[in-house]
């Protein structure tokens, strides 16, 4: 049985500033628990986004000034460029990251002119075989699943500008066919005075072919322009 990803019931690309308190309030966590799990922003993420924003991480409501501090910080990690580093502890590699992050600031850090590079050059020198197999499965998922973030952010772009064309369209139909459908308004309004809706329906479809339906319990009219 293949294994599914949970799935994320928030995109932090997509978040708006005002939900956030809610957000945090509803999940019952700490806040730093909040960003990692709910937000999915992962452990290392969150816990620099309470240290930036000089949050208690351990806070269980926040208040409207303190929902903007992490909102920028969130609009800042998108528009962030690459300055890879690869942080040391006590000689190992303890991670990787695109930027510089405020709390690996007091540990040795060497810079590499993109991620790839420290990704590659770190695997490089690794000798255990099953290490660099975590790691790249690791990363990959991270990388992926941000992929597929922006994936679906495109295809709703997308969808928005079929819908607006769509109904650019049906405007300009509507605008070409302003007098028809006015008469045929007209003439629904003289039949009611005298005829129930099953004989005004039949009337109106012999009178005006472009009549589909009429719904009078719904008060639609559909029309094939």
């Given amino acids: 049985m293949a294994y599914l990803l949970p799935k994320q019931e928030h995109n932090p690309l997509q978040l708006q500033e005002e939900e956030l308190p809610a957000l945090h309030a509803n999940a019952g966590k700490s806040l730093v628990k909040t960003l990692a799990v709910d937000l999915g922003?992962?452990?290392?993420?969150?816990?620099?986004?309470?240290?930036?924003?000089k949050l208690d991480k351990e806070k269980q409501t926040i208040t409207t000034e303190e929902s903007k501090r992490i909102y920028s910080l969130l609009?800042?990690?998108?528009?962030?460029?690459?300055?890879?580093?690869?942080v040391l502890q006590n000689n190992s590699v303890?991670?990787?990251?695109?930027?510089?992050?405020?709390?690996?600031a007091a540990m040795e850090q060497k810079a590499f002119p993109s991620f790839n590079e420290a990704l590659d050059t770190c695997l490089s020198q690794q000798q255990n075989a099953?290490?660099?197999?975590?790691?790249?499965?690791?990363?990959?998922?991270?990388?992926?699943?941000?992929?597929?973030?922006?994936?679906?952010?495109?295809e709703q772009v997308v969808s928005l500008e079929k819908r607006i064309q769509e109904n650019q369209r049906k405007g300009e139909?509507?605008?070409e066919h302003y007098q028809s459908i006015q008469g045929l308004l007209q003439r629904i309004q003289e039949l009611r005075k005298k005829h129930p809706w099953k004989?005004?329906?039949?009337?109106?479809?012999?009178e005006c072919p472009f009549v589909q339906s009429i719904q009078e319990r719904e008060g639609k009219i559909t029309i094939e322009l």
Wanted: negative net charge; glycine residues 6%.
């Fill in 94 to 104: 303890l991670d990787i990251v695109p930027f510089p992050l405020e709390i690996y």
């Fill in 41 to 53: 922003l992962g452990g290392v993420y969150a816990e620099e986004f309470c240290l930036v924003a």
């Fill in 130 to 154: 099953e290490t660099k197999e975590k790691a790249v499965k690791g990363i990959s998922l991270q990388l992926g699943k941000y992929e597929k973030i922006v994936e679906k952010q495109s």
């Fill in 75 to 86: 609009q800042q990690l998108v528009e962030k460029k690459t300055d890879a580093r690869v």
């Fill in 199 to 206: 004989e005004i329906e039949k009337k109106v479809k012999e």
């Fill in 173 to 175: 139909l509507l605008y």
